[in-house]
């Protein structure tokens, strides 16, 4: 569904709810005992103070937690809110579910890099159900037309901003993690740089230049390891490969460059685009889409791949950003 689409399910949406207001806007005047079949000449009672609608506790609906490493941790879609004064999105096309526990796996994350290292990731977590908001599209589409709701995408936005410019004031060089879970067929990490799968399916001299567009073309400039282009995706310093070697299969990786025709991909999304260095800049971004049974579907499952990431996502930070904790 387009975001014009949505748009339009959501003007005739309001459409349907300014006429229905209109029919309901003349009932109160016997509701409230103003003077039930006061005619033309009866007395007109007069308007008593309107009472604004109390503010959307938005700030709950976001867990923000500072980070002591250039590590910017988001989870848009595992929300577990869902407030009943809040309309489902509604537009045609839409996604509307969860991408079940990857709130608890990004919380899981982050205690195992304090564990490990003593240092945390920047953590934005969206605390709505996916129904209600999508923590990883434009406004329109993320809050279904509901206007109330623009606070908080701008809020939520505000917040990852904020993270990431947290995370360079730790070093100059970032990187944005949009952790997300899949129920595709083949049960695999899929590492997403906005390359789409035909691309990534090219071979590696035509592939290689495409990566300066990717969602880490600046790392593809300024890595401190040296590798750039195709190497970045699916080379032994790769973060699938890192995964892949961890015992998490991942594509690209180096044993898995590419989805075969007709296999499902995500090569990101929204935040995945905003955030990353696309057209350069010192923050990069990658989407990391979870499959569930191995990864996300039990507490203990859960604390070894969150073990992994932080194996891997340590060693990628001293490979290409040249940091590591001290
Ligand atoms: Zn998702």
Not at 217 to 245: C, N, T
Request: proline share 8%; net charge neutral.
């Amino acid at each position: 569904m387009t975001a014009l689409g949505c748009m339009r399910s959501t003007r005739l949406a309001l459409g349907i709810l300014a006429i229905l207001g209109a029919v309901g806007c003349g009932a109160p005047a016997d509701e409230d005992g103003s003077g039930s079949g006061a005619g033309p000449t009866g007395p007109t009672a007069p308007p008593g103070p309107v009472t604004p609608p109390a503010p959307l506790p938005i700030t709950t609906w976001v867990d923000l937690e500072d980070g002591t490493m250039p590590l910017v941790l988001i989870a848009p879609h595992g929300g577990d809110l869902a407030p009943a004064d809040l309309p489902d999105r509604t537009c045609t096309g839409c996604v509307t579910g969860n991408d079940t526990n990857t709130r608890a796996l990004a919380l899981a994350i982050a205690a195992a890099f304090e564990l490990r290292v003593n240092r945390r990731p920047f953590l934005v977590v969206n605390r709505l159900q996916r129904r209600k908001f999508d923590g990883n599209r434009e406004l329109v589409e993320a809050t279904g037309g509901h206007l109330p709701l623009e606070a908080f995408w701008n809020l939520y936005q505000a917040r990852i901003d904020s993270a990431v410019a947290g995370a360079r004031r730790v070093h100059p060089r970032a990187l944005v993690i949009d952790l997300h879970g899949h129920g595709h067929a083949v049960p695999r990490l899929e590492i997403g740089y906005l390359t789409s799968a035909s691309s990534l399916r090219l071979a590696d001299s035509l592939l290689g230049p495409m990566v300066a567009q990717s969602s880490v073309g600046g790392l593809h400039r300024a890595a401190a390891s040296g590798d750039s282009g195709v190497v970045l995706l699916r080379g032994p310093r790769a973060l699938g490969s890192r995964f892949r070697a961890l015992g998490f299969p991942a594509v690209p990786s180096d044993v898995d460059p590419a989805p075969l025709v007709g296999q499902d991909y995500f090569n990101g999304g929204y935040n995945t685009s905003r955030r990353g260095s696309v057209s350069g800049g010192a923050v990069d971004a990658i989407q990391i889409e979870t499959h569930y049974t191995g990864v996300r579907d039990t507490p203990d499952n859960r604390f070894a791949f969150a073990e992994a990431t932080v194996t891997a996502l340590l060693a990628y930070l001293q490979d290409h950003y040249g940091w590591r904790p001290l």
